[in-house]
């Protein structure tokens, strides 16, 4: 995401906290090749598609950037010895 390449998934735990299937990814089930495969050629063969999840991904990054996850873990030690 953070390099702007957009993202095909599969909807297991873990993942499903920080990905929104059409907004910054494409979800298919776990173990299904066949749609992992459709989702794939529908995004590659999609311009305004692949622009949107690309966007998408690339502000989902951002809370993921390495200033906000340190202020993120900062602030919960600091709650917990208050």
């Given at each position: 995401?953070?390099?702007g390449v957009p993202v095909?998934?599969?909807d297991v735990a873990g993942p499903d906290?920080?990905?929104?299937?059409?907004k910054n990814c494409l979800m298919v089930?776990?173990?299904n090749a066949a749609e992992?495969?459709?989702?794939t050629i529908r995004m590659l063969g999609d311009?305004?598609?692949?622009?949107r999840l690309i966007e998408g991904g690339r502000q989902t990054a951002k809370?993921?950037?390495i200033d906000q996850m340190a202020a993120r873990t900062l602030h919960v030690y600091r709650s917990l010895v208050s």
């Open positions: 995401m953070h390099c095909v998934a599969s906290e920080y990905l929104r299937n059409g089930p776990a173990g992992l495969a459709a989702a311009a305004q598609l692949a622009g809370a993921f950037a």
